[in-house]
C-alpha cells in the first residue's frame, strides 16, 4: 500500500499517476464534486433549484446550515456522519456560497440502486452515445434508426437535453418526438432468443393534443409486421412508468417502434429509461447456501447469529413470521427507520429485495437436515433502513442519512453488521465519494461493513461503490450450477471484478449469488416484474447483493463466537477461512481479482487464529481526516498485457475462464503467500506504483476505459452541469442465467 499525503487547500487535483488528468468535457454528468475556491467556466450549472450534498470540514454544521439558509437554499437533509447537508441550491446561490467559504466542497446527489440485476437493454439517452447507448448489462442488436434524418440532435426525432426534469425523467436526457409531419416513427432491434419472458419499461411524458397520437409497437419478424402495445393520446396520461410483458415477442428478430400519427403540428411526446428485462429460463431456486458456506455446520453447533445486531439498508423488510421471529419464536426486528421520509418505526418493502436479502441473511425458517435454517444466521436481530423506492432506486443522500442514524443508534441497537447490497458506479477516488467517506465513518465507529461487488462483471476494473473502499468486506457471486456437484461450480460472470482504480484488490471475498431462494410479498414490485420467477411466499433471484448477505450472515456467526473481533480482524478471518477455486492441477482456477480469497468458509474462519492479515498499513482515522490516503498493490504488465500483484504476481489478461472447478483449494493469502503480510510483502514499502507503473495511462492500460472518468478531474472546477442529481444506486438482482 502507498500513502497519498494530502493539503486540502484549493488544489481540486490529487495525482495517481503520472498520467495527467484533464477535465472530461464530454461527459458532464460524471464528477462526483466540485472544488469550492476554483473559477467558474462557461458551462453554468443550471438555473433551477438542484440537490447537492454540501460539505465543509471547516465550519461547524450550524454555520454550514446557516450559511446555506443566508443565500436562499433549502436544506432537505442533515448528513453528520460525513459533515455535510443535503441542499437544493441553484447555480447563482452556489456561487454566493463560495465567495464566503473557501473550503467548501459540492457533490452531486447521486442515485444508487441494488446489486441484483436482470438481464436487461437499456437506453437512458443521456445524449453522449447518439442512438447506439447500451446502458445496460447486455447489448442491443442495433442503434436506433429513424425515418426523418439520422441525426440525434436534430429534426423531428432527436435525443433533447432537458435539466429541470420537467420532460426528461432523471433532468438528463430523453427522445424527443415531435409532430411537425404526418407521419414520424423510430425503432431499434433486439434479440431475445432463447429467453422465455421479457418485460418493456419504460417512462414517458406526453404534450400531445387534439388528434395526434403515438403508437408503441413490437415486431417478432425484423419489422415485416408490427402489433400494437400502447397508444399515447390527449386523453391519456400526460406522464407515467409503463410496464409491459413483451414475452409473446421473443426472437432473434424482436424490434421496437415508437411511431407518431400527426394532424396538428408543433406537439411533442418525450420517452426515458427505455428497458427491456428478459430470463433466459424459467429457474429454479436453490436454498443450499448455508451448506455450501458450511453455515449449517456452525447452526448444529449452536451458533446462530443470537446476540448479534445486523443492520442493512435496501428497500424495506416484509412483515413475514421467519423475518421477524427467531427460532425461539422471539421477536428479532428490533427497529424500522425510513430514510427517505426521516420516520423512525416505518420499513414497508415495497420492491422485495431488500426481505429477499433479510431472509438470505436470517430466516428462522428450519431447513430439511435437523438443526439447520434456510437463514445463515437466524437468531441474529435486524434493523431494516429503508432508503430504496419500490424499484430499488435511491440516493446518496438517502443512503448516506441511513448510514448517520445507524450510527447515533449504534450502541443502543448494538449495531456490529450493516450489509450494503446496492451498488453505484465510481465517479471518484475512493476518498472523495460522500456516500464513501459515510462508509468509512461506520467502519471507524466498530461496524462490520459488507458490500456487493455489483453486477457489472466479468471485465477488470468493474467494483461499484462502495465496494470500492479498501477497508470494507465486498462480495462476488458464485454459482453451484444447480448441482450437489461441488466441482461444476463457477464464478457467476456478472460478478464485478477488482482491481480498484486506487489498484486494490478486489473483492475480498465470493459466495453464493447465482438462482438464490428467498422470501418477498407476493404482491410487490419484482415478483410482479418476474412472475415466473416467484412461488407464493418465494423468489429465485441472483446478484452480488445475495452473496454480501449470505456473507454477512457468516459474519454474525463469527461475531457470535468471538464478539471481541474488531472490523478488520473479521475481515482477516473471513479472507484467512475461505476456499479458493482451483483447477484440477491445484492451481487457481480464477485469480485473486475475480475471487479474492476464495468462496466463504464458515468452519474455515471460525477455525482460523488470524487477526492481522486485512487493511495492513492502513489508518482509516487519517483516511477520513484527509491527511492520508492509499493505493493498493496491483500494477499492469505493458508486455504481458495483464494486471499482476506487485511482488507475488498472480497474472491475469481480464478474461474469465469457463468451465467448473472446486472451491476446496488452499487459501493463498494465508496458506500460501501470505501478501497482506507486512513483513513479507515488499508493496508496503518499496517502490510507490505511481513512479514505477502508470497503469492509469489510457494509452499503456487498455482496460482503463471501464473507468472513463481516470483520464479528468475527479473534482471539477465549478458546479457540475449534472445531468441528474437523483442517479441510481442500484440494488442489482439477477433473475436469469
Not at 655 to 678: F, I, M
Request: include cysteine.
Amino acid at each position: 500500500m502507498h500513502k497519498f499525503s494530502v493539503i486540502w487547500i484549493s488544489l481540486p487535483l490529487l495525482a495517481l499517476g503520472s498520467h495527467t488528468m484533464s477535465s472530461p468535457e464530454t461527459r458532464v454528468s460524471s464528477a462526483p464534486a466540485v472544488d469550492a475556491a476554483t473559477t467558474p467556466s462557461s458551462h453554468a450549472a443550471p438555473a433551477a433549484a438542484e440537490s447537492w450534498i454540501v460539505q465543509d470540514r471547516q465550519k461547524s454544521m450550524e454555520e454550514l446550515k446557516s450559511s446555506i439558509q443566508a443565500v436562499g437554499g433549502q436544506i432537505t437533509h442533515k448528513l453528520s456522519v460525513i459533515h455535510a447537508v443535503t441542499a437544493e441550491l441553484n447555480a447563482a446561490q452556489i456561487a454566493a456560497l463560495r465567495e464566503t467559504a473557501p473550503t467548501l466542497r459540492v457533490y452531486s446527489n447521486r442515485s444508487v440502486s441494488s446489486s441484483s440485476t436482470l438481464p436487461t437493454l437499456s437506453d437512458d439517452f443521456d445524449g453522449f452515445e447518439g442512438y447506439a447507448g447500451d446502458d445496460g448489462n447486455q447489448p442491443w442488436a442495433g442503434p436506433w434508426i429513424e425515418d426523418d434524418n439520422d441525426d440525434p440532435h436534430s429534426g423531428d426525432i432527436s435525443i433533447t437535453h432537458n435539466p429541470a426534469g420537467n420532460k426528461c425523467t432523471d433532468g438528463s436526457s430523453c427522445l424527443q418526438i415531435r409532430t411537425s409531419h404526418a407521419t414520424a416513427s423510430i425503432y431499434r432491434r433486439l434479440d431475445l432468443s432463447g429467453s422465455v419472458a421479457a418485460t418493456l419499461t419504460y417512462d414517458f411524458t406526453s404534450r400531445l393534443r387534439a388528434e395526434n397520437e403515438a403508437h408503441l409497437e413490437i415486431s417478432d419478424d425484423g419489422g415485416a409486421s408490427y402489433h400494437l402495445l400502447r397508444v399515447f393520446d390527449a386523453d391519456g396520461s400526460r406522464s407515467g412508468h409503463h410496464c409491459i410483458d413483451i414475452s409473446d415477442f421473443l426472437s432473434a428478430q424482436t424490434q421496437l417502434r415508437i411511431r407518431v400519427e400527426s394532424h396538428q403540428g408543433h406537439q411533442r411526446i418525450w420517452f426515458d429509461n427505455i428497458q427491456v428485462h428478459y430470463t433466459a429460463q424459467a429457474m429454479p431456486g436453490s436454498n443450499q447456501y448455508p451448506a455450501q458456506t458450511q453455515a449449517d455446520v456452525l447452526h448444529q453447533q449452536g451458533l446462530t447469529g443470537a446476540g448479534v445486531t445486523v443492520a442493512m439498508i435496501d428497500t424495506g423488510l416484509w412483515s413475514f413470521p421467519s423475518l421477524n421471529l427467531d427460532t425461539q419464536g422471539q421477536r428479532k426486528v428490533i427497529a424500522r427507520y425510513n430514510a427517505i421520509t426521516d420516520e423512525d418505526g416505518e420499513a414497508a418493502d415495497l420492491s422485495g429485495h431488500g426481505s429477499h436479502i433479510a431472509s438470505l441473511i436470517g430466516s428462522s425458517e428450519p431447513a430439511d437436515t435437523p438443526g439447520t435454517y434456510n437463514g445463515v444466521a437466524p437468531n441474529a436481530s435486524l434493523v431494516a433502513v429503508k432508503a430504496f423506492t419500490a424499484m430499488g432506486e435511491g440516493s446518496y443522500a438517502d443512503v448516506i442519512r441511513g448510514i448517520d442514524w445507524l450510527i447515533e443508534h449504534k450502541s443502543e441497537l448494538g449495531v456490529r453488521v450493516l450489509n450494503l447490497s446496492f451498488s453505484a458506479e465510481p465517479l471518484s477516488y475512493y476518498w472523495d465519494d460522500p456516500l464513501n467517506q459515510a462508509v468509512m465513518q461506520a467502519w471507524a465507529e466498530g461496524i462490520v461493513v459488507i458490500s456487493s461487488a455489483g453486477n457489472t462483471g466479468p471485465t477488470p476494473m468493474s467494483i461499484g461503490v462502495p465496494g470500492n473502499v479498501p477497508y470494507v468486506i465486498t462480495v462476488g457471486a458464485m454459482s453451484d450450477n444447480q448441482t450437489a456437484d461441488p466441482t461444476d461450480d463457477y464464478l457467476s460472470d456478472f460478478s464485478a471484478t477488482g482491481p480498484t482504480l486506487e489498484a486494490f484488490v478486489k473483492p475480498e471475498v465470493v459466495a453464493p449469488g447465482h438462482r438464490i431462494l428467498g422470501v418477498m410479498p407476493p404482491d410487490s414490485y419484482l415478483p410482479n416484474l418476474r412472475p415466473e420467477l416467484a412461488d407464493g411466499a418465494f423468489f429465485s433471484g441472483s446478484g452480488t447483493s445475495q452473496a454480501a448477505a449470505i456473507t454477512t450472515g457468516v459474519a454474525a456467526l463469527l461475531l457470535e463466537a468471538a464478539p471481541w473481533l474488531t472490523p478488520d480482524e473479521l475481515k482477516c478471518r473471513l479472507m484467512a477461512g475461505a476456499q479458493a477455486a482451483v483447477d484440477a492441477q491445484g492451481d487457481l482456477a480464477y485469480n485473486p481479482l475475480q475471487q479474492g480469497a476464495g468462496l466463504v468458509n464458515a468452519v474455515g474462519s471460525l477455525n482460523s487464529n488470524e487477526l492481522t492479515c486485512a487493511n495492513v498499513g492502513l489508518d482509516i482515522q487519517l483516511d477520513i481526516a484527509g491527511v492520508e490516503h492509499y493505493g493498493g498493490p496491483v500494477r499492469w504488465d505493458a508486455e504481458e498485457d495483464s494486471f499482476y500483484v506487485e511482488g507475488l504476481g498472480y497474472n491475469w489478461d481480464g478474461l474469465l475462464e469457463s468451465g467448473g472447478y472446486a472451491w476446496t483449494g488452499l487459501n493463498p493469502w494465508v496458506d500460501v503467500n501470505p501478501w497482506l503480510d507486512v513483513d513479507i510483502n515488499p508493496w508496503i514499502n518499496l517502490n510507490p506504483w505511481i513512479d514505477v507503473n502508470p497503469w492509469l495511462d489510457v494509452d499503456v492500460n487498455p482496460w482503463i476505459g471501464s473507468s472513463w472518468w481516470s483520464d479528468g478531474i475527479p473534482w471539477e472546477s465549478q458546479p457540475h452541469q449534472w445531468d441528474s442529481l437523483t442517479e441510481t444506486v442500484t440494488i442489482g438482482l439477477v433473475l436469469s442465467d
